[in-house]
């Protein structure tokens, strides 16, 4: 019964240093109803065009304090997606959705930023993406972390995307161990 407490407190501890953290970073996935990543089929109802993209090595991040949303995006094949019928045009983020997490999946949102803008934008159909960082409003960072966000990929000037994927904020490790620690304390104890 000892080393239950004991493993408790230390849980409680790696819990405490977590919220002491000077900076809240957070993960996200690009998401929708027709799977991970920037798809056609994540846009209500879906386009039919052929390419695809996702989330970079460096990934999409929010640091919740400085409100700096980090954003890694790729698509073509030279990045390991197939190819856009086109070059990109526009590259936005919209938000916030009315719904929130997998409800938001196919709601339209107003532009919040043109991320086609950045000097690290590249529009190429086959090897394209963008590597940068952009200032948030601190009044939408509740909505990016109720998952109500999501990039919008345009070829022309009348779509109105071709390719998407909705942000979802993913499980920091820790969090999820505290989590299965909880679960599992709670186990121990019925089984008494």
Not at 41 to 56: K, L
Request: no cysteine.
């Amino acid at each position: 019964m000892k080393w239950h407490i004991l493993f408790f407190a230390l849980a409680l501890m790696v819990f405490a240093n977590e919220r002491r953290l000077p900076a809240d970073i957070v993960k996200f996935i690009a998401t929708g109803s027709a799977g991970e990543g920037l798809l056609a089929g994540n846009i209500d109802p879906a386009t039919g065009e052929p390419g695809t993209g996702g989330i970079g090595l460096t990934g999409v991040t929010l640091d919740t304090d400085q409100q700096l949303l980090h954003v890694d995006l790729k698509w073509g094949s030279a990045n390991g997606f197939v190819d856009l019928s086109a070059d990109v045009l526009k590259l936005h983020l919209h938000g916030p959705t009315l719904s929130s997490g997998t409800g938001a999946f196919g709601e339209v949102a107003p532009l919040l930023i043109t991320l086609s803008g950045s000097s690290a934008f590249d529009a190429s159909r086959s090897s394209g993406g963008i590597n940068a960082d952009f200032f948030i409003d601190a009044a939408d960072v509740p909505a990016f972390l109720d998952g109500r966000m999501y990039f919008n990929v345009h070829l022309t000037d009348t779509d109105t995307g071709v390719i998407r994927g909705y942000l979802q904020p993913v499980p920091e490790p820790r969090s999820l161990l505290m989590l299965g620690v909880m679960v599992g304390l709670g186990g121990l104890r019925r089984r008494r």
